[in-house]
């Protein structure tokens, strides 16, 4: 069964950087598109970013500039990079992916999200 893990979330100052990871894990024969998505408790989920796997990307207006995302795909692991974090960028942050495993059976999956916080 695939998986998706996220890690590097964490309490971090106003200005300040983290840099998240995402991991497909099990058996897979390639990953497609690749997307990190935030969410704050009663609020709608919005996109952040994606990555194709030919690593054409896209952004949400209000981290441009500030975040970089970008993938490995030998590794299967997608990266978010983010600079000069902000209050309001204080979320659970999601991984998003579709993957072909190793039947050939295509589908795609939701991560179990990483708290970042970003204090004043």
């Known amino acids: 069964q695939v998986q998706l893990m996220e890690s590097g979330g964490g309490l971090v100052q106003a200005g300040g950087s983290l840099r998240l990871s995402c991991a497909a894990s099990g058996s897979i024969f390639s990953v497609d598109l690749m997307g990190w998505y935030r969410q704050v408790s009663g609020k709608q989920r919005e996109f952040v970013a994606l990555i194709s796997s030919s690593l054409n990307t896209n952004y949400l207006d209000s981290v441009k500039g500030r975040f970089t995302i970008s993938r490995d795909n030998a590794k299967h692991t997608m990266y978010l990079q983010m600079n000069s974090l902000k209050p309001e960028d204080t979320a659970v942050y999601y991984c998003?992916?579709?993957?072909?495993?190793?039947?050939?059976?295509?589908?795609?999956?939701w991560g179990q999200g990483t708290q970042v916080t970003v204090s004043s």
């Open positions: 998003n992916a579709g993957v072909r495993d190793g039947t050939g059976r295509y589908r795609n999956y």
